[in-house]
């Protein structure tokens, strides 16, 4: 693991924002990428004075839209066929899917900005919300949202932990996905109690 994160650091300090740019655009793809571990190490060069903490925002901003984009565009030109048949590639498999696409239809919002955190929902995300024609610019919008949180968060934990930062990020991360899974079954409790009260009042 050392070895590893040694090597993304060693990548972000000769390729600078560039590398960081490619990475996160992998990453928005739904293609398995550290993307997160990269965001993390890049709070930790802030902290060192090594690169600009707006820098950071911007690229990890235009990398995870562009990337995220080209997955939505995906979805919604080639349609399910598609992610099904190549989906494999991205550890997108049918149950997975169809989890996914149950979420959506409940709300585009809490799938687009929550399952990003899950894993293994998290990188279907941009493909279902293409196939399911959700009008882009709440997909722009939803993605911007989760995208803040995101960053927020990963820079935080490299910038206030430093070199401490893999304790923190183990504890955060092994319980992140849960509070996200949380979250969205919280809303699509909501959702149904609502729509149930709605039959019964004749609405």
């Known amino acids: 693991m050392e070895q590893f994160i040694d090597t993304i650091l060693q ?12 990475g996160i655009f992998i990453d928005g793809l739904g293609v398995p990428f550290p993307g997160g571990f990269m965001i993390i190490i890049s709070g930790i060069l802030i902290q060192r004075g090594d690169i600009s903490f707006f820098e950071v925002l911007l690229v990890v901003f235009v990398g995870h839209l562009s ?3 080209a997955a939505y565009f995906i979805g919604q030109r080639v ?18 899917l169809a989890k996914g696409q149950h979420w959506l239809e409940q709300s585009a919002a809490a799938f687009i900005i ?24 709440w997909f722009f919008i939803y993605s911007c949202t989760f995208v803040t949180l995101w960053t927020a968060l990963n820079i935080s934990i490299g910038y206030i932990f430093g070199h401490s930062w893999q304790q923190a990020s183990a504890v955060i991360s ?6 996200g899974v949380f979250l969205l079954l919280l809303f699509v409790a909501y959702k149904y109690y609502n729509n149930k009260n709605k039959e019964r009042n004749g609405v």
């Open 79 to 96: 349609g399910l066929s598609f992610v099904e048949r190549f989906g494999r590639y991205l550890r997108i498999t049918g149950q997975r």
């Open 67 to 69: 990337g995220s984009s």
């Open 174 to 179: 092994s319980k992140l996905w849960l509070v």
């Open 11 to 22: 990548y972000l300090i000769k390729l600078g924002t560039l590398g960081l740019l490619i």
């Open 114 to 137: 929550l399952g990003r955190f899950i894993p293994t929902i998290g990188n279907v995300t941009p493909y279902l919300a293409g196939v399911g024609k959700i009008k882009y610019l």
